[in-house]
């Protein structure tokens, strides 16, 4: 019976990681003093995050010298800009709208769930205010508002899925596994997209692996992944090549 729910609740897991919901998620927040003594000048980073921590993207980085003071954004980003709006120090607190289309630093659109928008500012030579606000991808709407908090004011984060935009329709790919040296190997027809990618996640799902790198030989695409140094246990594996969508489970 264990065994029977575990498989139960990794389909159903599995399913949740491949349903991706195309839509628009749009953070509003405003700025306001906390006595800096730069006020109101000031430097301000957005950026998104998973659950677990991990970054996804810079999405506005305004700063100019003292970009260095936004420590909670360099730590998680490593000053990576990629897509980023940026520009210099502001000279008034503002307010800023952010509109994500949920897509990677590759365009990618990612997996429905759980994201964090971050957002610091600082006035100062020193550590300033900084928030998380979350919202959950997925089929239904969100509108949902914040109260006001050192630092910021007048938050809010919708998410308004497009009418027509969950891609959920998962087929297996054919996979290998050399136990003797921990790789798996992954195996899918579709060898005309140039755009092709593997993804590992771990059962709570959280992504572990991704690679851009495969191997044609003519009539199949193939993906590799190196499980050593992995724990042992359940994984979901996805794979998309061009509009085709691969996925399924393996146990390590």
């Not at 300033?128 to 508002?145: E, I, M, R, V, W």
């Not at 027509?164 to 136990?179: K, R, T």
Request: hydrophobic share 40%.
């Amino acid at each position: 019976m264990k065994k029977f729910l575990t498989l139960a609740a990794a389909f159903i897991l599995s399913s949740t990681l491949f349903a991706q919901t195309q839509g628009t998620a749009t953070f509003t927040i405003t700025t306001s003093s906390n006595g800096g003594q730069y006020d109101p000048e000031n430097i301000v980073a957005i950026w998104i995050e998973t659950p677990g921590g991990s970054f996804i993207r810079s999405m506005k980085v305004m700063a100019a010298q003292r970009i260095q003071h936004l420590y909670k954004w360099k730590v998680a980003s490593s000053m990576n800009t990629v897509g980023a709006t940026t520009g210099a120090t502001l000279t008034n607190h503002q307010t800023h709208v952010i509109a994500w289309n949920c897509t990677d630093q590759g365009g990618s659109l990612l997996a429905d769930g759980d994201y964090h928008f971050w957002v610091e500012y600082t006035a100062d030579d020193a550590q300033g205010p900084y928030n998380d606000f979350s919202f959950t991808k997925g089929p239904t709407t969100q509108n949902l508002t914040f109260p006001n908090e050192t630092g910021f004011i007048n938050i809010s984060l919708d998410w308004v899925p497009d009418a027509q935009g969950i891609n959920d329709e998962i087929i297996e790919a054919s996979v290998m596994h050399n136990a003797a040296n921990n790789i798996y190997t992954f195996a899918v027809p579709d060898i005309r997209a140039e755009n092709a990618f593997l993804e590992i996640f771990s059962i709570n799902g959280e992504k572990v692996f991704s690679s851009y790198d495969y191997l044609d030989n003519g009539t199949s695409r193939y993906f590799v992944w190196n499980s050593t140094g992995f724990a042992n246990g359940l994984y979901i594996y996805r794979i998309e090549s061009g509009a085709d969508i691969y996925g399924g489970k393996i146990f390590r």
